[in-house]
């Protein structure tokens, strides 16, 4: 199984919009897919309730909830036997408990980014902060940095790509800025579920996080750390 969340405590970056579809892409690949929603605004569990019956299934988890009287922690944020992909969407601003919760048995963390000057100074102290949260460290879980909502040949984005190559830490894409990816959520559906022409260039944007993704799924697997 492998699990990746989505993390960035900067709000409104993409979160929600990579974690829907890459589990999108993962359930229409064949994959036994789950979906962990640990925000309170419950977006990435709404775009699951607009999924139309017949796409194939993503079981979601409502992680932000409070557990139940007779229910513990681990109990309520299990996935079904034999997944093999799971998504986790954290909130804006995660710290503390909350945040060890949404790192808990995590592979792989993309932290997307937007191309502004005041997201890119909080994505540096929030990389600095992240990997000074033990957990990140010890188990070698591996870190990539995804660009959101691009403009290409703006000077932002290319003070962008400038900040992430001064970081020891791979920039595996960039996805550009397109009401494509409005559209797919509204019908709760990825982008690798549309076939139009027009989402050729947004499929070809994934494939370098796909394929990063999968030399993760390869590597041999880590201790849990419940
Ligand atoms: N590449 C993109 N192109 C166009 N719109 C986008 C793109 N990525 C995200 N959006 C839009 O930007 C808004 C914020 O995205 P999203 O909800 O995924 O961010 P978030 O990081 O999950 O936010 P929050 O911190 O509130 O959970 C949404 O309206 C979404 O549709
Ligand atoms: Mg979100």
């Known amino acids: 199984m492998q699990r990746v969340l989505v993390l960035n405590s900067k709000g409104g970056c993409g979160k929600t919009t990579i974690a829907t579809n890459l589990a999108a892409c993962y359930a229409v690949e064949g994959y036994s897919t789950a979906l962990l929603d640990f925000d309170p605004q419950a977006s990435a569990g709404k ?32 996935v079904p036997p034999g997944t ?67 403009k290409e040949h703006t000077r932002v984005f290319q003070a962008l790509e400038r900040f992430l190559a001064t970081l020891n830490m791979p920039f595996v894409t960039h996805l550009r800025d397109t009401q494509n990816y409005v559209h797919a959520a509204e019908r709760g559906l990825g982008i690798h579920e549309l076939w139009d022409s027009r989402v050729a260039r947004d499929k070809a944007q994934w494939a370098p996080l796909l394929d990063w993704l999968e030399q993760g799924a390869q590597a041999p697997a880590r201790a849990s750390t419940a």
């Open 47 to 78: 775009w699951l309730s607009l999924r139309p019956g017949q796409r194939p299934p993503i079981h979601g988890v409502a992680a932000h909830r409070r557990p139940g009287i007779h229910e513990t922690r681990a109990f309520q944020l299990r």
């Open 84 to 150: 093999q992909r799971v998504v986790v969407d954290a909130p804006a601003g995660v710290t503390g408990q909350a945040l060890r919760d949404c790192l808990r048995d995590v592979d792989t963390i993309i932290i997307p980014v937007l191309p502004s000057p005041i997201d890119i100074h909080a994505v540096s102290r929030f990389i600095a902060d992240l990997l000074l949260e033990g957990r990140v460290r010890q188990r070698g879980i591996r870190l990539g940095v995804v660009a959101n909502r691009v």
